[in-house]
């Protein structure tokens, strides 16, 4: 266990793009309040690219150097999965960018908690992002991810701006849908284990939650007054439109829902124009 501060890098430079005079991302691992190292990607530099000609001038917010998203991946997700990568550049026609791979993903230590300890793995990543001089801080999470925000917001309250959560539960142990079947398979049993290790490149913890962590209906209605944003796709196939329904339900006044026709789960489904939507959104919202 490290006995570093939670959020601090164990290294960290900043190098001058010579192409475009920004600065270049920045790869370290970042250490958790539990010691756990997490491997994190920081964009500095808001991306500008040429707007298509037919695109409506209200629909246009410029980038903002101020503020910075910190993406949270879904399960079996890490930095360098291409579905990330799509979701991290799209954002930073917006902001600043920190991805991260959580506890168990990719090159991170530890092993996943599905939804559990995940959350000390952000708040690392939003301490770093504060340390790194961003007055505004939108946390983005996908399906687990989704919850990790949501229960992030609400256990630490104050230190995001705004929460975006995209295609998550709103309870757990839900076994509604074959596809999480699946998943419930891959998370208990040991065989599914290892085809977590092997085929995902995530490793899982073992043990069971105890005590079962707050879920994500239990911890929305504590993160008032941050803005809230919940997106749900109408085919999506994990979890049905009850769950977003619960979860906007519980935000109340303070909370905004969309519900995307056609839209299936998470990341993969996340189009350019969706994740447009939200970067727009995220700019006016956070303060």
């Known amino acids: 266990m490290s006995n570093r501060p939670a959020g601090q890098a164990a290294r960290s430079t900043v190098r001058p793009n010579r192409e475009t005079g920004g600065r270049a991302p920045i790869r370290t691992f970042l250490y958790t309040a539990d010691g756990i190292p997490v491997d994190s990607v920081y964009n500095p530099d808001a991306v500008v690219y040429e707007t298509p000609p037919d695109t409506p001038a209200d629909t246009l917010s410029p980038p903002s150097r101020d503020l910075v998203f910190v993406i949270a991946h879904g399960f079996t997700g890490d930095v360098d999965r291409p579905h990330v990568r799509r979701v991290s550049g799209a954002l930073a026609r917006y902001g600043a960018v920190i991805t991260f791979s959580f506890r168990g993903h990719g090159a991170s230590g530890g092993r996943s908690t599905v939804g559990d300890k995940e959350v000390l793995d952000l708040a690392a990543a939003v301490d770093w992002a504060r340390r790194l001089g961003h007055a505004r801080v939108v946390t983005v999470g996908f399906s687990m991810g989704g919850s990790v925000v949501l229960r992030h917001a609400a256990l630490h309250p104050g230190t995001a701006d ?18 999480m079947r699946r998943l419930h398979w891959l998370v208990t049993r040991p065989e599914g284990r290892l085809v977590g290790r092997y085929g995902f490149r995530t490793r899982i913890h ?16 504590r993160i008032a007054p941050t803005p809230l944003l919940v997106v749900h796709g109408d085919s999506d196939a994990y979890f049905p439109l009850d769950h977003p329904r619960m979860l906007a339900d519980a935000a109340g006044e303070h909370g905004e829902l969309w519900l995307e026709p056609g839209m299936g789960h998470a990341e993969h489904a996340a189009d350019e124009a969706l994740l447009d939507r939200i970067g727009t959104w995220a700019v006016t919202q956070a303060g």
């Open 162 to 179: 705004a929460v975006v959560s995209v295609s998550a539960p709103a309870r757990w142990y839900y076994r509604g849908t074959a596809p």
């Open 206 to 221: 073992h043990r069971e939650w105890n005590p079962v962590p707050l879920s994500p209906v239990e911890a929305v209605p």
